[in-house]
Nanobody, 115 residues
């Protein structure tokens, strides 16, 4: 059974940082691309970042230079380092196996950026 469990969210002031983690199990993690998606209140899902199995990364324009996606294949874990956070980054963040609209995704971790 595919399982994806996110952690690391919280409340942070503008300009602060958080590191999200996504623990994966039930599939060959190192063979799949992985994606972070976020959903703000009242809005649809938004693709944030993806990393393919060889480590190549992709970011939506609004987070380029502030967020860094990475993976540890030995630990079956996906990460999202988020720096210089803005109120617009407030959302439920979840990881997905493959593309942003994958049926395999976690429950999410809430990130709130507020002073």
């Amino acid at each position: 059974e595919v399982q994806l469990v996110e952690s690391g969210g919280g409340v942070v002031q503008p300009g602060g940082s958080l590191r999200l983690s996504c623990a994966a199990s039930g599939f060959a993690f190192n063979s799949y691309s992985m994606t972070w998606v976020r959903q703000a209140p009242g809005k649809g899902p938004e693709w944030v970042s993806s990393i393919i199995h060889d480590g190549t990364t992709f970011y939506t324009d609004s987070v380029k230079g502030r967020f860094t996606i990475s993976r540890d294949n030995a630990k079956n874990t996906l990460y999202l380092q988020m720096n210089s956070l803005k109120p617009d980054d407030t959302a439920l963040y979840y990881c997905a196996r493959g593309s942003w609209n994958s049926e395999y995704r976690g429950q999410g971790t809430q990130v709130t950026v507020s002073s």
